[in-house]
Structures are given as C-alpha cells and as structure tokens.
C-alpha cells in the first residue's frame, strides 16, 4: 500500500502477497572530494574482472565523471547501483494453483549529488533529486549496457542540476535550521566481492504441486472464507561503484513461505491469522506435517475467534509475547532511531536531543546489528554485509542500560553522528535513507516463563484491575513521525486473552490494537522472560520495502492502551462453501463430490492457551 514519507508500515506478508490478496493485510572521480584525499577513479590498476557488467559500469562511470566535469554546475559524486535479480512465486488457494511464474530482472540506480557535501541537491525535501532509475539488458552486452547507463546518467544530471539551484536559493530565503549538519557523510572507500549468491535451483513442477497440496488443507474448514499458500524464492546479486573509488559485489538468497487465513464474524468483524517461514531455500522449510499442522492450529484460533467477545478499549497492565514485544520495539522505538528522523522541520524528533539520557527502565538494551544471519538458528531478514551506499554493515548499540547512544545512520550526518554506521537501505529505484536491520532487545532483569505470569497476576491485582491483556501474536503495525500528525504508533495484535487475577480460565477476545506515543511507552516495562523470539517482516518507508527482524524476550508492562479496531459490517456469506451443504452436492455425471482428503491430517488442536 502507498504510504506517507512520515509514515511506516510493517508486516510478516510480502508486498506481492498483499496484492493477491487484498483483504488480508489492514494495515540508496568524486569531483569535489578528490581535493579530500578519496582516491581517483582513474588511478586504480585495469581491472582484471571476468564481470563484464562491472567492468562496464566502472569505464562508463569513469567516462561520465570526465565529461560532466565540465559542466555548469559539475556534480562531485557519482554512483551506479544494479540489482541483478532472479525470483519465482508460486500461490495456490483451496487447491488451486493461482500463479506459478519466474524470471529475472536487471535494474540500475544513477545516484547524483551536485554541488558540495555542505549543501547539496538533496537537502531537505529534494533528496529525491539524486535518483534516476531503469532497466538493463540482462546479457553482457557492452555496448547495449553502457548506452543505458549514458542514458540514465543525462537523465539524471538534468535533475540534479536544476535542484541544487533551488535548494542554494532556498538557503538564502529561509530561516537558519537547527542542525547544520552536512548533506553527505565523507566515507572511506570499500572494495568487496562476495559471489557467494546461492544459485537458483527451483524445481517449479515440485513446488507447485506442494503449494497446491498445502492450499488444499484449508477446505476442510468452511469458517474459513479465504486463504492462501504463498511462496517467494529470491536469488540476488547488487554491484556498487562510485567516483570515490568504492567497488563492491555482493549476493544473497532468500525463500519465504507465507500462509494466510481470513474469516468473518458475526458482526462483519474480519479476523485474520499469518504464519511465516524463511530459510535461504525452500529445502530449509519444515515438513509437510509441521506444515499441516500449522494450518489446524491457524483454523482453530479463526473459528474460536469468531466466537470471542470484542474486547473495550482499556488501559491497564499487560504482557506481550516475545514476538509482539518484537514488533512494540520496531514500532515505538526503531523507527525513530533512524538518522533522517533527528532533522529537518517536519520531522517530530522524539528521541534527538536525549543522548546520553535515561529514555527506558536501566535493565533494558537496544542494538542494531545487520552481521548477524540468525539467532539461536532461526534466520534474520534483516542481514547483510553492505548498505545501499556501500558503506560496510555493523553493529550499533543503540541503547545501553535504558540511555540512549547512538541513532542508525546512512551517510546523510546528523548533528554530533557525522559517519555512516552502515544502515542506508532501500529498495532498487528508491533513496537510501537510515532503516533498521536486526533490531534486537535484551534485558538484565529476566525471569522464566511461568514466573512473569505469575508477576502478571500480581500487577493486575496490585492495581484493582478487573484484568489484564496478553498479547500473544501480531500481524504488524506501523508508526507516524512527523510533526504534522500525532507521535503515535499502532501494533495490531491477532490472539489477545483476558487474564483473570482470581483463578478464572483466560478469555480469548478479538477487536482491539496497541495503541500510545513512544516516550510514555517505553518507560512502563516491568520484568521480562528469558527467552527471546523472533519476526522476521517486510517494512515499508520511504526508501522503500526492505526485509528486517526484530528479537524480544516476552515483556511485563504496568500500563498498556488499547482501542478497537475499526471493522466492516459486511454479513459472512450467506451461501456455505461447496461441500457443506445440507444435500448431497452433484458433479455433471450426477456421482457425488468426493470428499477432499489431504495427504496429511493431523488432529484439530484448540487455540494454545499462554
């Protein structure tokens, strides 16, 4: 979904998946910096690559500096960035196959900063001035690809030329901003070829016939009104080069196998349930029996759904799961961590100017750290080794015993972070800007498990409350930064039970999403458990979609707010799913229609209970 710049939303389920399935998801020779002592282009040794496509890259780069050197006003940094891509999707529903397809893309991103790092075209709201995107020949035909690097790059200068000259009049005409800071960061150059990319073997007939059989198990269940089997293999390759000298080649693959069931109550309230695996191929999925028996558990959480009551709004204590707490921390602290969310006008600027200060309860800390692949064996979407802007990956201690200490930064600097720490992210044909990576918390006041519900319990009690909420899974949510609207997040729970402080059995209620602003927020945790969990999600902003991780251990809060949920009141279908009929339904030959049997059938388990 299009998105607001200020605005950020964050999901377990692909863009693509979203797309199909609408209703399911509510919710980037420097002329200039030769003088700094960054190497020139043209004085590195020949290049010896068998890459054709870099070596390209690299002598059309090398020749565009050259020629826009004399230009008026002359740009002092260029960089070309290709995305060599090779993907195949596969989605199925009730058995069916809806789509099986694959292919490869090649893409270019022409990144053009004139004037000077001081002050230069993407100051303020012109940063996307810097950008020009395109396709390329997928062969290694040189001539074809460096008539479209030549192409982009004109393209290019034509936008970035005139943008400086607005934003240096601009300067003269507005009032003194609050941080000075430049509008590039000066980096050392990198140089990196990791080809170790997986390459891509998908055996198409295999997988869609698995996909199909996994669709399949849901139409034993007619309170399931829609659903379907999502898989997403991605092989990749991204190059970088720049005038500064930077050459960097690195790879990547990644399978996610998305499933999504939605359903209706009574009250036209739609009730959704998602899981998601990753693995770097689809071999490293479970097996069909973890598989199916993920699908009755999804099954039977909808249809005890359907049957909660709809929960009130409410403030009181409250416990997320590790994997909700996961999401709470990417929402309410993550994003305003990022770098471009400490300057500019428009920016709210929650956390700027406490550095140094106590902003969270002293036994909890915050890092950032895209190096790490997994965590205690579970794969983290967030890794990688270079940033958009070939800046090398690393590990940011964001907050350290509740004080904050750093911010994410790309390589636009921000007043006393005048470096990059490697998070400018995006996606191809996007900006980079600051994002987060692995987002993962801890905590120096932990206990086990069972002992944080029972300090639940007690919390409820000790404030005369009726009850409280625990909050055992998410689909997501997404925040708000910017000073024109409300400092405010929103995470959207799925299974949320009321807890009794008087021995009474927990209650499964639906309707209601996390809702309040970060400073308060975060200051309200109690204790945690041991035991951290893992999301792994797709977030949107302004650069774009881009895979990231989040890790918490379960969290106790004194005061959590909740409100309900907007909803449809569209009736459920008045007409039951083929099957469920009270008469014997007929195929044309007049025989009667075979019951559906899937391969496997585990027993139907009850909603698990924290």
């Given at each position: 979904m299009?998105?607001?710049?200020?605005?950020?939303?964050c999901?377990?389920?692909p863009?693509r998946?979203?797309?199909?399935f609408p209703?399911?998801?509510r919710?980037?020779v420097?002329?200039?910096l030769l003088s700094q002592g960054a190497?020139p282009?043209d004085?590195?040794?020949?290049?010896?690559?068998?890459?054709?496509?870099?070596?390209t890259?690299q002598?059309e780069?090398?020749r565009?500096?050259?020629s826009?050197?004399?230009?008026?006003?002359?740009?002092?940094?260029?960089s070309y960035?290709v995305?060599?891509?090779?993907?195949?999707?596969?989605?199925?529903?009730?058995?069916?196959?809806?789509?099986?397809f694959?292919?490869?893309?090649?893409?270019?991103?022409?990144i053009?900063?004139v004037?000077?790092?001081?002050?230069?075209?993407?100051?303020?709201?012109?940063?996307?001035?810097?950008?020009?995107s395109?396709a390329?020949?997928?062969g290694?035909d040189r001539?074809?690809i460096?008539?479209?690097?030549?192409?982009?790059?004109?393209l290019?200068?034509r936008?970035a030329?005139?943008a400086?000259?607005?934003?240096k009049t601009s300067?003269t005409?507005?009032s003194?901003?609050?941080d000075l800071?430049p509008?590039?960061s000066t980096e050392?150059?990198?140089?990196?070829?990791?080809n170790?990319a997986?390459?891509?073997?998908?055996?198409?007939?295999?997988?869609n016939?698995?996909?199909r059989?996994?669709?399949?198990?849901?139409r034993k269940?007619p309170e399931v009104?829609s659903?379907?089997v999502?898989?997403?293999m991605?092989?990749?390759?991204f190059?970088f080069?720049s005038?500064?000298?930077?050459?960097i080649t690195t790879?990547g693959?990644m399978?996610?196998l998305?499933?999504?069931?939605e359903?209706?109550?009574?009250?036209?309230m739609e009730?959704l349930?998602v899981e998601t695996f990753?693995?770097a191929?689809?071999?490293?999925f479970?097996?069909?029996?973890?598989i199916?028996?993920?699908?009755e558990?999804?099954?039977?959480?909808?249809k005890?759904?359907?049957?909660a009551?709809i929960?009130e709004p409410?403030?009181?204590?409250a416990?997320?799961?590790g994997?909700?707490?996961?999401?709470?921390f990417?929402?309410?602290?993550g994003?305003?961590?990022?770098?471009q969310r400490?300057?500019g006008?428009?920016e709210?600027?929650?956390?700027t100017k406490k550095?140094?200060?106590?902003?969270m309860?002293d036994f909890?800390?915050?890092?950032d750290d895209?190096?790490l692949k997994?965590l205690?064996g579970?794969?983290?979407s967030?890794?990688?080794?270079?940033?958009?802007?070939?800046v090398?990956?690393?590990?940011v201690e964001?907050?350290?015993?509740?004080?904050?200490?750093?911010?994410?930064?790309?390589r636009?600097?921000?007043?006393?972070?005048?470096?990059s720490?490697?998070?400018?992210r995006?996606?191809a044909?996007?900006?980079?800007?600051?994002?987060?990576?692995n987002l993962?918390?801890s905590?120096?006041?932990s206990?086990?498990?069972p002992?944080?519900?029972?300090k639940?319990?007690?919390?409820?009690?000790?404030?005369?409350?009726?009850?409280?909420?625990?909050f055992?899974?998410?689909?997501?949510?997404?925040t708000?930064?910017?000073?024109?609207l409300?400092?405010a997040?929103q995470?959207?729970p799925?299974?949320?039970w009321r807890?009794y402080p008087?021995g009474?059995?927990?209650e499964?209620?639906?309707?209601?999403d996390?809702?309040?602003?970060?400073l308060?927020?975060v200051?309200?945790?109690?204790?945690?458990?041991?035991a951290?969990?893992?999301f792994?999600g797709?977030?949107?902003?302004?650069?774009?979609?881009v895979p990231?991780?989040?890790?918490?251990?379960a969290m106790l809060?004194s005061?959590m707010?909740?409100?309900k949920?907007?909803?449809?009141?569209?009736r459920?279908?008045?007409?039951p799913?083929?099957g469920?009929?009270?008469?014997?339904?007929?195929i044309?030959?007049?025989s009667?229609m075979?019951?559906?049997?899937?391969?496997?059938?585990?027993?139907?388990?009850?909603?698990v209970k924290?």
């Amino acid at each position: 979904m299009a998105l607001p710049a200020s605005s950020h939303f964050c999901a377990g389920l692909p863009a693509r998946l979203r797309q199909l399935f609408p209703n399911a998801i509510r919710l980037s020779v420097a002329l200039g910096l030769l003088s700094q002592g960054a190497p020139p282009l043209d004085a590195a040794p020949a290049d010896k690559t068998s890459d054709v496509l870099l070596l390209t890259m690299q002598q059309e780069l090398l020749r565009a500096t050259g020629s826009l050197a004399k230009s008026d006003p002359p740009p002092y940094f260029l960089s070309y960035s290709v995305y060599d891509d090779e993907s195949a999707v596969v989605v199925a529903s009730y058995g069916g196959l809806l789509r099986s397809f694959g292919g490869r893309r090649r893409s270019a991103d022409v990144i053009m900063r004139v004037g000077a790092p001081a002050l230069d075209n993407t100051h303020n709201e012109s940063r996307g001035s810097a950008l020009t995107s395109g396709a390329l020949p997928l062969g290694d035909d040189r001539d074809a690809i460096a008539r479209e690097l030549w192409r982009l790059t004109n393209l290019e200068y034509r936008r970035a030329a005139p943008a400086f000259l607005n934003v240096k009049t601009s300067a003269t005409v507005r009032s003194a901003e609050e941080d000075l800071s430049p509008d590039f960061s000066t980096e050392p150059p990198q140089s990196a070829a990791d080809n170790s990319a997986i390459s891509f073997k998908f055996d198409e007939a295999g997988w869609n016939d698995k996909i199909r059989r996994y669709s399949a198990y849901f139409r034993k269940y007619p309170e399931v009104y829609s659903s379907g089997v999502f898989l997403q293999m991605d092989s990749n390759k991204f190059r970088f080069i720049s005038s500064e000298g930077t050459k960097i080649t690195t790879g990547g693959a990644m399978a996610r196998l998305v499933i999504q069931a939605e359903t209706r109550a009574e009250d036209g309230m739609e009730l959704l349930r998602v899981e998601t695996f990753q693995a770097a191929t689809p071999e490293g999925f479970p097996a069909e029996p973890e598989i199916a028996k993920k699908i009755e558990k999804m099954a039977a959480d909808l249809k005890a759904l359907r049957a909660a009551p709809i929960a009130e709004p409410f403030d009181g204590p409250a416990m997320l799961s590790g994997r909700a707490a996961a999401v709470f921390f990417h929402e309410v602290l993550g994003h305003r961590m990022e770098g471009q969310r400490q300057r500019g006008d428009q920016e709210g600027q929650t956390f700027t100017k406490k550095v140094n200060q106590l902003v969270m309860p002293d036994f909890v800390s915050v890092v950032d750290d895209p190096t790490l692949k997994q965590l205690n064996g579970m794969p983290l979407s967030g890794a990688y080794s270079y940033d958009e802007e070939g800046v090398p990956a690393s590990r940011v201690e964001i907050i350290k015993d509740g004080v904050l200490k750093s911010f994410l930064l790309s390589r636009m600097p921000i007043k006393n972070f005048n470096h990059s720490n490697g998070h400018g992210r995006g996606q191809a044909g996007r900006m980079p800007t600051a994002r987060q990576g692995n987002l993962i918390v801890s905590s120096a006041r932990s206990v086990k498990a069972p002992e944080l519900r029972e300090k639940f319990i007690e919390e409820i009690k000790k404030q005369g409350k009726p009850y409280g909420l625990y909050f055992e899974d998410v689909q997501g949510g997404f925040t708000l930064t910017t000073r024109a609207l409300p400092q405010a997040f929103q995470v959207l729970p799925v299974i949320v039970w009321r807890v009794y402080p008087d021995g009474r059995p927990d209650e499964l209620v639906r309707g209601v999403d996390i809702v309040g602003t970060p400073l308060a927020a975060v200051t309200r945790i109690l204790l945690t458990d041991n035991a951290p969990q893992v999301f792994n999600g797709i977030c949107g902003a302004e650069s774009g979609q881009v895979p990231v991780s989040a890790v918490a251990p379960a969290m106790l809060f004194s005061e959590m707010e909740v409100q309900k949920r907007a909803q449809s009141h569209s009736r459920p279908p008045i007409l039951p799913p083929p099957g469920f009929d009270t008469g014997a339904a007929k195929i044309p030959d007049g025989s009667a229609m075979p019951p559906v049997k899937p391969s496997v059938e585990p027993p139907v388990e009850p909603p698990v209970k924290p």
